[in-house]
């Protein structure tokens, strides 16, 4: 157990009172990409959010050992947990050197690797975050979460929407970033999850029933199919 | 023509001190959804205070009335801040107990203002300038109205400028779009509030001592009245938005002024039928975000 940076047992969330994660427990690994995989609304998005105390939890969540179940959103992030939630949650109002000065929690923010993985953004500075493309927009998403030495990342959705050049970029990102930082990662194009991830848990009606290789789960046609709903071969390349 | 510019001028000026109280309302309820009913209260305390302050140094004194504004700027940030912490920070996301919370606290507020200051309205005094006027293309303009004026735009542009160069300006211009992801970065969002309900106490304490130059009195009730209108512009001008409040502000009081010279004194009347016509055709005010 002591490889695993983030340990979650029976979590429960709901939202306005309706439970959208039933009982999920899973452990993701200190290094690399954990991707988490499942049909549309069977509460990925939602366990993201529940480890971050977005919504109202239960049970038992673990950062490098440590209780973080019981600290409101703020702190679970000051302890080192960066976020990049689906639909890039960009503040449209503010400008692009706003939205990446608010993210910065430490001293030394580390603005080198923002500017080389992301080279668009520094010229982009002075505009408003809501006037970006949505490729930008996910460019600085994700370099909110970079800006700090974090001790895990939980990226939703990075792709959603995006360009295949763009969701080429953004993997390239996400890739680099995953050397130095573990990653829990939730993803629908399935191409993007077989070059990223290497364990994979897959969630279903509000469980994980499924844990192991992620390539070894996209392989396994039947398993996809019944899981994910999808042929990995005709359906997964977006 | 005359007539024209002593409405217009006057209208512009009561529009300031409509401002003054509406700028912290908008900010309190952008970033934290909360209709905050004791606003009214911030301001007559300031008033009340200011009034104790200006006697003791001078109350015809420029140095009296100047030391008078910074008392109830002061005065209405501190009720204002201590009200966020005591009061709404324990209620945190019950937006609906932190609204009744804040209508109980304008009722017994106003009743331990009676209970100290009596029920009365008090006639104050203040620097003989204020009770002059000023010549503008034939109309004598009330000077106090010049005082509003100027008084508003230094406020406004001291929000503004905060807002835009600071720290804790930055986090409550995200606030007021999306809370929750300013907490995901990280941050301490409630720390915001108490500085915005601050900020806006201190607004509404400078409006409060305007206020009763403006009226020539000082009463427990002054500030039931002008919350009102603040109210109205703030919903007129889309909840959460400064710059909406500002110019609804202006708006609503050169009609009312209008209405109320030359439509035989329906100034109020058209204040709400302004406001149910926006309701109905732009819920979301002038400047205000859909929901």
Known sequence: ?238 | MSGIVLVLVTGMGLGALYFLVASGLSLIYGLMHVLNFAHGAFLTLSALIGWEVAQRAGAGTWGGFALSVAVGAVVGAAFAAATELVLIRPLYERHIEQVLVTVGLSFAAVALFEGIWGTDAVTIAGPAWLKGTTSVLGAHIPNVYWLLMVSALVVLAAIVLFLRKTRYGMIIRAGVENRSMVTALGIDVRRSFTIVFAIGGAAAGIGGVLAMHWYTFVSAHMGASLLIFAFIVTVIGGLGSLTGAAIASVLVAVLQQFANTYLGGTGDLIVVVLLAVVLLVRPRGLLGRTA
């Open chain 1, 1 to 238: 157990m002591s490889d695993d940076i983030l340990t979650v047992e029976s979590l429960r969330c709901s939202i306005a009172g309706q439970q959208v994660v039933e009982d999920v427990s899973f452990a993701v690994p200190a290094t690399g990409i954990t991707a988490v995989l499942g049909r549309n609304g069977v509460g990925k998005t939602s366990t993201l959010r529940g480890i971050l105390g977005l919504i109202q939890r239960r049970g038992t969540v673990t950062l490098a050992g440590e209780r973080i179940d019981h600290l409101p959103t703020h702190r679970v992030v000051q302890r080192g947990v960066g976020y990049v939630p689906e639909d890039r949650e960009v503040f449209a109002k503010l400008t692009v050197a706003e939205n990446l000065a608010l993210a910065e929690r430490q001293r030394q923010p580390r603005r080198e690797l923002v500017a080389e993985l992301f080279p668009d953004l520094v010229q982009r500075r002075d505009q408003l975050a809501g006037t970006l493309s949505g490729g930008q927009q996910q460019m600085v998403s994700v370099a909110r979460a970079l800006l700090n030495d974090n001790r895990i990342l939980l990226v939703d959705e990075p792709t959603k929407g995006l360009a295949p050049k763009i969701v080429a970029e953004v993997a390239d990102a996400l890739a680099l970033a995953a050397q130095t930082v573990p990653m829990l990662l939730v993803e629908q194009n399935l191409e993007v999850v077989k070059r990223l991830a290497g364990d994979a848990i897959v969630i279903a009606g509000g469980r994980v029933v499924h844990t192991g290789r992620a390539a070894e789960i996209l392989a396994d046609e039947d398993l996809t199919q019944r899981l994910l709903g999808v042929h990995v071969d005709e359906g997964a390349a977006a």
